[in-house]
Nanobody, 128 residues
Framework: QVQLVESGGGLVQAGGSLRLSCAAS????????MDWFRQAPGKEREFVGG????????YYSDSVKGRFTVFRDNAKNTMYLQMNSLKPEDTADYLC?????????????????????WGKGTLVTVSS
């Protein structure tokens, strides 16, 4: 059973930074792509950014490109989301998710329906 636990959320002023972590357990993660999603109150869950199993490739939504960075440490089974230049519209519950991509170590599925396991989320609130 794969377990994902997010941490690092909190309250920050607009323009500030936060780093989120997603710690994974229950399996080896050398063949899983890892993604961050977010869900604001009353809105649908949306893809934020993801990283391939190899760690060599990343992909971001247009809304965060240039401000957010996804990276991972496979030795620690942990993925991170560095968020800079935060805006009030970034306020949401941030969730990590993983999917096994097998031999396709370069792919980054970014549809919520494609993900196999989910964490419970960590809340990020950006004040104006």
């Amino acid at each position: 059973q794969v377990q994902l636990v997010e941490s690092g959320g909190g309250l920050v002023q607009a323009g500030g930074s936060l780093r989120l972590s997603c710690a994974a357990s229950g399996s080896t993660f050398d063949t899983v792509a890892m993604d961050w999603f977010r869900q604001a109150p009353g809105k649908e869950r949306e893809f934020v950014g993801g990283i391939s199993a190899s760690g060599l490739f990343t992909y971001y939504s247009d809304s965060v490109k240039g401000r957010f960075t996804v990276f991972r440490d496979n030795a620690k089974n942990t993925m991170y989301l560095q968020m800079n230049s935060l805006k009030p519209e970034d306020t949401a519950d941030y969730l990590c998710a993983v999917v096994n991509t097998g031999e396709h170590h370069w792919t980054i599925p970014h549809s919520a329906d494609a993900m196999e396991y989910w964490g419970k989320g960590t809340l990020v609130t950006v004040s104006s």
